[in-house]
């Protein structure tokens, strides 16, 4: 294999480690393969959107999710650092109502895989951040939800201290419904 799989904190939800080659001259590494990510996720996903973000440091962004169109995502950076989190929302998994976060960087090469049914979010770390995620369905506007990102209920455990003053949300994100007011699944 050339990725490995890691279980995390929430039923389904996955940090996904690729195989990298180095020598003196760099590193290459298959950053998405369908065949082997199916193989070794066990998964039978078929991604149909790709999505590329650009933050500074201090945004944070989530947390996202679709009532619709609901979208599982495979999301990595390819510059800078995030601390990328992902909330259960469904009634019916064991970790219903818990989050779980991971620093994803370009250094460290790791992917997230957060299935259908969960919210998302993250916060950049670095000075700036590029941020890539495959959906498994398509952005539906109609649908979109945000779970408010510091909820007391969840009580998202952000590195609040990597960052220069309070983190920055737009009005949307602001605007996030509490966990007993947010639709779940």
């Not at 679709?66 to 469904?90: C, P, Y």
């Not at 009634?91 to 960087?105: H, I, N, R, V």
């Not at 670095?126 to 007391?152: G, H, M, Q, R, V």
Request: a negative charge; glycine letters at 8%; one cysteine or more.
């Amino acid at each position: 294999m050339k990725i490995k799989v890691h279980q995390t904190l929430l039923e389904g939800a996955l940090v996904i480690e690729p195989k990298v080659f180095g020598d003196e001259r760099g590193w290459f590494y298959e950053s998405f393969n369908q065949a082997e990510f199916n193989a070794a996720t066990g998964l039978d996903y078929q991604f149909v959107q790709d999505n590329h973000s650009l933050s500074k440091r201090g945004i944070l962004r989530g947390l996202h999710y679709q009532t619709q169109h609901v979208q599982g995502k495979l999301v990595r950076v390819i510059k800078g650092s995030v601390f990328d989190v992902a909330v259960d929302l469904r009634a019916s998994s064991p970790s219903y109502g818990k989050w779980f976060g991971q620093e994803l960087s370009a250094d460290n090469h790791l992917q997230m895989w957060i299935p259908p049914g969960l919210a998302h979010g993250f916060l950049v770390l670095s000075d700036s951040a590029e941020f890539l995620y495959k959906t498994t369905d398509y952005y539906d506007p109609s649908s979109e939800k945000c779970l408010l990102w510091n909820d007391s209920t969840i009580a998202v455990q952000w590195p609040l201290s990597e960052i220069p003053s309070p983190p920055q949300l737009n009005a949307k994100d602001l605007a996030g419904l509490s966990w007993g007011e947010a639709p779940k699944f």
